[in-house]
Each structure stands twice: as structure tokens, then as C-alpha cells.
């Protein structure tokens, strides 16, 4: 757990971890049970990016709750709250990008409220993609503490067709599609999009005298 490799940078989500913890453990008992998850919304599991958005906090308030609650009942010392933060790092890592995910979803809400309108609902779409895409990857959490309603494999699957459906949203209707006018909100550049490695990287430097890279 202790490694950080290309992307999966596993040491920086324990630091954010650790972070939040402190933040409470003076608040948090042994025994303190977590919150629960909130209530779903009255048509269940959708792409409501505010939902999304309270279930990434629900999230990292369980987490939290539940290893400030051990470190608590470990007590002191390195055989104590050390050995228990080091016996639960996967949960610490599970609470890192928890924090992460409550960080970019409230920015993109932000940005969708703050941009200009006509851009307003392919932002909103974006925090609601990238919402569900964080709630995928913590399906396994989330259906073992019931947020997603009593039958966790319906909910589950519930959240993927809500997650198929906003990408397709997002990507449709060819040169109108949502997903182009967030590029251009964007500011990119012309000659950047249209460049060799946005679409090939071994076409970079052909045409002006340099070999192709291999």
C-alpha cells in the first residue's frame, strides 16, 4: 500500500486520509457507529449531480467515522492507533478519494452554476458523468451499506443505465454534441486540437524534416 506508481498515487489519497481523521478524532468515540446514507431520491438511483454530491460526502463521513472509531479504541502508541491506522490503509485510501470525489463534483456543480447559460446544462451533464463514474468505482461501498436501496445489485445496475444514458447525452448529436461546446468552453486552442498527438502520436515531426517517432 505504501507505493506510489505512475497514476495510482496510493501514499497522497492516505495523507488526504489521514488529514480528514484528525480533523475528528477528538468527536469520534470508540464504537461510534457511521451515519447513514441519504435517503434516495423518489425515483432511485439517478443523475442528480446535488444526489451524487451528498453521497460522496455520506461517503467520507463513514469512512472517516468508522477509522477515527478504531483509532480511538486502539489507543496510544505504535501497537495501538499505529497498528490499527496500518491494518486499515485500504479503507484510509477508500476515504482519500472519497474526499477527492466531494472536492471535483462540488467544483464542477459551482462551474455549471457560474458559466454562462447556454453552457449551463452540458455542465451540469459533466458533473452528473463524473459523478456516476466515482459512484461506479465505489459500488462495492455503497452497496454494502444500502445506499443504493434494499437490493443492492438492482440499485447497482440502476446507476449504470443512469451512467450509460448521461454519456450518451453528453456524446450525441455529431458536431452540436454537449461534449464539443465544454471543449470550446475550455479555451483550447485550434492548433492544439488539430495537432498530430491529439490524434497520433507517432505523426509528430512528419512533414517538417524529422523522422516519425517509433
Given amino acids: 500500500m505504501d507505493v506510489t506508481f505512475e497514476g495510482d498515487n496510493t501514499v497522497l489519497?492516505?495523507?488526504?486520509?489521514?488529514?480528514?481523521?484528525?480533523?475528528?478524532?477528538?468527536?469520534?468515540?470508540?464504537?461510534?457507529?457511521?451515519?447513514?446514507?441519504?435517503?434516495?431520491?423518489?425515483?432511485?438511483?439517478?443523475?442528480?449531480?446535488?444526489?451524487?454530491?451528498?453521497l460522496a460526502r455520506w461517503r467520507e463521513d463513514a469512512l472517516a467515522t468508522e477509522l477515527?472509531?478504531?483509532?480511538?479504541?486502539?489507543?496510544?502508541?505504535?501497537?495501538?492507533a499505529a497498528a490499527a491506522w496500518d491494518s486499515r490503509l485500504d479503507r484510509a485510501v477508500e476515504l482519500g478519494r472519497a474526499r477527492a470525489d466531494v472536492e471535483t463534483i462540488a467544483a464542477l456543480l459551482a462551474a455549471a452554476s457560474a458559466c454562462p447559460p447556454d453552457a449551463r446544462p452540458a455542465m451540469a451533464a459533466l458533473a452528473s458523468a463524473h459523478g456516476l463514474a466515482r459512484a461506479e468505482r465505489a459500488g462495492a461501498v455503497l452497496v454494502a451499506a444500502g445506499a443504493l436501496?434494499?437490493?443492492?445489485?438492482?440499485?447497482?445496475?440502476?446507476?449504470?443505465?443512469?451512467?450509460?444514458?448521461?454519456y450518451h447525452a453528453l456524446t450525441a448529436g455529431g458536431k452540436a454534441s454537449p461534449a464539443l461546446k465544454l471543449v470550446d468552453g475550455w479555451g483550447i486552442p485550434d492548433h492544439l486540437i488539430g495537432a498530430p498527438i491529439a490524434f497520433d502520436w507517432r505523426k509528430i515531426g512528419e512533414g517538417e524534416g524529422e523522422a516519425p517517432l517509433k
Avoid: E, H, I
Fill in 13 to 54: 489519497m492516505a495523507t488526504v486520509a489521514r488529514a480528514v481523521v484528525d480533523g475528528r478524532r477528538g468527536a469520534v468515540s470508540p464504537g461510534t457507529p457511521p451515519p447513514p446514507p441519504p435517503p434516495l431520491p423518489p425515483g432511485g438511483v439517478c443523475a442528480d449531480p446535488a444526489w451524487l454530491l451528498a
Fill in 68 to 80: 477515527a472509531a478504531a483509532l480511538a479504541a486502539a489507543g496510544p502508541g505504535r501497537g495501538g
Fill in 149 to 166: 436501496g434494499p437490493d443492492g445489485a438492482a440499485g447497482l445496475a440502476q446507476l449504470r443505465a443512469a451512467a450509460n444514458a448521461v
